[in-house]
């Protein structure tokens, strides 16, 4: 059971360039979230997704896309990268109901030059 | 608003001595705590949570903590801290504030066990 996995592991980007973090989860979590670490600040949020074809905006949302067309797959879009981007980058399932606990990715180490 | 609040930024302990890692939270109504757990490289791992009943929560790894309505606290513990212990550890807090569907985390305190 691979649980939640996250691609890639580490990214160097120009400022200005656009990519895309994947987040893919087998475990039929209908609930999924993308959020950022950054020293001192904890995990904030970024955008989350109550089921497939539905997300809504997190703490921290802009400069970030997502979408949800499946219940694995919730990819987190960079549109137009900036230094105040980089960060490390969580991806969270968990089952629905408001006390399940979330699974987490190992990361995305993510660097704006 | 509501927020989650972990005082100290780090934590130190010796090895075998009891350790307590401090979170207060400010939710309405009655939320559900959580604990993780962060080793360095990696994501962040369940611990425990408080849902409703006994104060006390048991989790892995032989850590507790103890949910204080009053004080609006939720304390991380373990009686006798081993060096592999050593990690960043964060209180988060879900509840009607929240929607019911955000989790929000504290900003986390680095626990280091010296041997």
């Known amino acids: 059971n691979a649980g939640v996995t996250q691609t890639p592991k580490f990214q160097v980007l120009k400022t200005g360039q656009s990519m895309t973090l994947q987040c893919a989860q087998d475990m039929n979590h209908e609930y999924m979230s993308w959020y950022r670490q950054d020293p001192g600040m904890g995990l904030r949020l970024i955008h989350y997704?109550?089921?497939?074809?539905?997300?809504d905006q997190g703490e921290v949302p802009n400069g970030y896309n997502v979408s949800r067309s499946t219940t694995e797959d919730f990819p987190l879009r960079l549109l137009s990268a900036a230094p105040s981007q980089t960060s490390v980058y969580f991806c969270a399932s968990r089952p629905t109901g408001g006390n399940t606990e979330a699974f987490f990715g190992q990361g995305t180490r993510l660097t704006v030059v | 608003a509501q927020s989650v609040a972990q005082p100290e930024d780090q934590v130190n302990v010796a090895e075998g001595n009891p350790l307590t890692v401090k979170c207060t939270y400010s939710v309405s109504g009655n939320p559900y705590l959580f604990w993780y757990v962060q080793y360095p490289n990696r994501g962040l791992q369940f611990l425990l949570k408080?849902?409703?009943?006994?104060?006390l929560v048991k989790g892995s790894y032989g850590f507790e903590a103890e949910f204080n309505k009053s004080q609006t606290s939720f304390h991380l513990k373990k009686p006798s801290a081993l060096v592999s212990d050593s990690a960043l550890y964060f209180c988060a807090v879900r509840g009607p504030d929240t929607g019911g569907f955000k989790t929000i985390f504290g900003a986390g305190t680095r626990l280091f066990v010296k041997a």
């Open positions: 997704s109550v089921g497939a074809g539905i997300t």
């Open positions: 408080y849902i409703t009943g006994d104060n």
